[in-house]
């Protein structure tokens, strides 16, 4: 059997599951807001066109207003300063898109602190963990690390997404330490996130500000944001299908992302646990 016949056959059967990852795009879904003097990013609208009517009899459709970086999406090299000689998103080789994914769930620890940051001992600790007897988890080469923190119970709600008080937004994010070494010490092509971005809410006091930005879309390496259903997957095991909109010069794009997760037992890992959403499907 050809492998894609195998694999479809897998999927008809139920022997890989796909789960989405993706928010639904509204023009309710949360959206990054920055302090003053910053530009901001607009809303999702839809502005119809016809439906069934004068301006067009037999069909309905919309025209779309969205920023690049509006709900599920991707960040490209070259959406930051130290990424600015990257790739931009039309450029992002589908190697990346379709990759292993592991997933590291910190959201018992976010639940008591919103503001937790991740930090390199935590990440080797859950390497040690989630080892295989020969030794530890490693980070897939050319793949991707998904950063659970359950802060995808909170999407449907903009003020409950960003978390903020008059001190700025309080959402869980990554030490800059951690950010860094992700960055230039791991094989990862890229790291999702439940959160508006992937940095924490106060990470731009941090130094350097917004570093998981800084130090990722760097070294030429990808972000996904906005993320849900990760407490469906394995700690490993998990295929990512990442489809951004090829926008030319974009420095990003909303994207789908799904996961392909083998149901049989034979390859993936522990279940993370803790589901949030609706259960299975
Ligand atoms: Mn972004």
Known sequence: MSPLTALLSALRSGQVELIDLTAPLT?????????????????FRLEEISRYDERGPRWYWNDIHTGEHTGTHLDAPVHWISGRDGLDVSQVPLRSMVAPAVV???????AKDP????TVDDVRAWQREHGDGHGDLELPDGGWLLYRTGWDVRSADQADFLNADAEGPHTPGIAPDCARWLAQETPLAGLGVETVGTDAGAAHGFTPPFPCHDFLLG???????????????????????VAPLPIVGGSGSPARVLAMVDQTGEQTGEPTGGRTGGGDA
Do not use: C, H, Y
Not at 27 to 43: E, G, N, R
Not at 104 to 110: H, I, K, N, P
Not at 225 to 234: H, V
């Open 27 to 43: 023009s309710t879904t949360p959206v990054l807001q920055l302090p003053d003097p910053f530009a901001d990013t607009i809303p």
């Open 219 to 241: 070294a030429g390496k990808f972000g996904l944001t906005q993320l849900q259903n990760l407490g469906r997957l394995p700690v490993t095991g998990a295929v990512l299908v």
């Open 115 to 118: 503001d937790f940051l991740l």
């Open 104 to 110: 590291l769930d910190m959201s018992e620890r976010v």
